[in-house]
């Protein structure tokens, strides 16, 4: 399966839920009116670009970073949309639009909502893009949380490293997979306490993409706590809303699970204090549980083993000096006047740089990833 494959059953999967792809038609409806300019946030697919022209729109601007807006194309000059929808492959943040937006749109939750960076391309596109009296879809997202017992699930997707498979022990695998929150199907069954909102984010008036809750959660029932479940529910206009909440009619998304580093036994009462943040727009999320007398510290920067050094680079007070390989793609991109053909630039890097590129196949991935990137 190729990465092609993912974009096409990825986008198969979101056609396919009606609840979701019926509750943005009819919130686009009841706001784009004829003549409207709408832009179109992460637009994968294209379908809410098309719902615009269909209620009436000027002009779409469906903005998508990844080869999926290929397919988006395709399917907008087969029903004849190409002259409305102007398609702009790249991530929001590095765009100008040529006009200002009577509305901005997107469907870029992921399963705990925030977690695809909707939060600071809302805001960044809200303060670039939008007229004064625009209007954004969705309005509003809330996220909710609950302690939840999941044995099955827990011992399938943290304990199973600790298992040895084919006479090689895994086990250091399962400090990865205890700081990654995972997505799946849940039933209120699996609850030790009632759900609770952890956060209520107006688009129109957010600031920020870091997100910071602390929450208090009191035993419902005796139970084994292997983590917290958590979801969304956005408002797309007043009346008209969305979740991925366990029962909900969306099927495209699951819940998400954040586990402990191992079970705990609740019995009725039991207060769990959680605290929970998020950076870098969605990117990386932290979760603390106290919870009788034991604490736990999980971070997605803990989700994925990092090569000696690479976090330090990230940190204020690292002083980055440029690598070899920086040295050639800056001097690439002196090159990329708009005269040089690639195979001119391939030589070019060949000459150059002999110490990195030993082969005309090695100087010619280079050269097309950077032109594929930056020009």
């Not at 805001?123 to 309005?139: A, E, M, N, S, Y």
């Not at 998020?278 to 736990?296: C, D, K, T, Y």
Request: aromatic share 10%; with cysteine.
């Amino acid at each position: 399966m190729t990465k092609y494959t993912d974009f096409v059953n990825y986008n198969l999967s979101m056609l396919t839920d009606h609840a979701r792809t019926e509750t943005y038609r009819k919130a686009i409806f009841q706001t784009v009116k004829p003549g409207d300019v709408v832009a179109d946030l992460g637009c994968g697919s294209g379908v809410l670009a098309f719902f615009a022209c269909q209620a009436g729109a000027r002009r779409v601007y469906a903005i998508e970073s990844e080869e999926v807006i290929e397919l988006a194309r395709q399917v907008c000059v087969r029903n004849g949309l190409q002259d409305r929808v102007v398609f702009v492959h790249d991530v929001s943040f590095r765009i100008e639009l040529p006009e200002q937006v009577d509305v901005l749109v997107t469907e870029t939750m992921g399963t705990f909502g925030l977690d695809e960076g909707l939060l600071g391309s809302m805001i960044d596109g809200r303060v670039r893009f939008l007229k004064k009296h625009g209007t954004l879809i969705p309005q509003s997202l809330e996220l909710f949380m609950v302690p939840v017992e999941l044995a099955g699930f827990y011992q399938h997707m943290i304990d199973f490293w600790t298992s040895g498979r084919y006479g090689v022990d895994f086990s250091p695998v399962r400090r990865f997979a205890a700081n990654n929150f995972h997505p799946l199907k849940l039933h209120e069954e699996a609850f030790l306490s009632n759900p609770l909102s952890l956060t209520r984010i107006l688009l129109s008036d957010a600031t920020t993409s870091d997100v910071w809750c602390e929450m208090s959660f009191y035993a419902t029932r005796r139970g084994r706590m292997h983590g917290l479940a958590g979801w969304f529910a956005v408002e797309l206009l007043k009346g008209l809303s969305l979740s991925n909440a366990p029962g909900s009619l969306t099927s495209h998304w699951g819940v998400a699970f954040f586990p402990l580093d191992h079970p705990v036994s609740l019995e009725r009462g039991n207060r769990v204090r959680l605290t929970l943040h998020s950076i870098s727009n969605g990117a990386v999320w932290r979760w603390h549980v106290e919870v009788n007398g034991l604490q736990f510290d999980h971070t997605t920067l803990w989700g994925f083993p990092q090569p000696d050094g690479e976090l330090h680079k990230l940190s204020a007070d690292c002083t980055p000096k440029l690598s070899r390989r920086g040295e050639a793609e800056l001097f690439l991109l002196g090159l990329l006047d708009g005269k040089a053909t690639v195979t001119n630039l391939e030589r070019g890097m060949l000459r150059c740089y002999p110490d990195l590129f030993k082969s005309q196949e090695q100087a010619s991935t280079f050269v097309r990833e950077v032109v594929r990137k930056c020009a």
